[in-house]
């Protein structure tokens, strides 16, 4: 059976880091691309990152900046998405997602592509 479970969220004062984690289960991160997105409300679904196996990852997101950075560990079948600077504006709903490819997007992310959804973790960017 499929699972991603999300956590790390939480309340953030602005300028603060969080780092999210994905813990994955019932497949192999080796066959997967693993993407993290975001949803506020009345939004929709947002790719922020992902990352593959074999072509490394890529940010969509804030390009350039450094505030999002993502990562695995293998040997935890893990993900994690680390944010700096965070700012009210990126106050959602986080979800780590899994899609069968070899390689992530030069484009961006595309929710319709992911088959297997997490529920989702909270961060909340607030004084």
């Known amino acids: 059976q499929v699972q991603l479970v999300e956590s790390g969220g939480g309340l953030v004062q602005p300028g603060g880091s969080l780092r999210l984690s994905c813990v994955v289960s019932g497949f192999s991160l080796d066959d997967y691309i693993i993407g993290w997105f975001r949803q506020a409300p009345g939004t929709e679904r947002e790719g922020i990152s992902c990352?593959?196996?074999?072509?490394?990852?890529?940010t969509y997101v804030d390009t350039g900046t450094g505030r999002f950075t993502i990562s695995r560990d293998n040997a935890k079948n893990m993900v994690h998405l680390q944010m700096n600077n965070l700012k009210p504006e990126d106050t959602a709903v986080y979800y780590c997602a899994a899609a069968k490819y070899s390689a992530c997007s030069n484009y961006g992310l595309s929710a319709a592509a992911f088959d297997y959804w997490g529920k989702g973790t909270l961060v909340t960017v607030s004084s």
């Open positions: 990352i593959s196996r074999s072509y490394g990852s890529k």
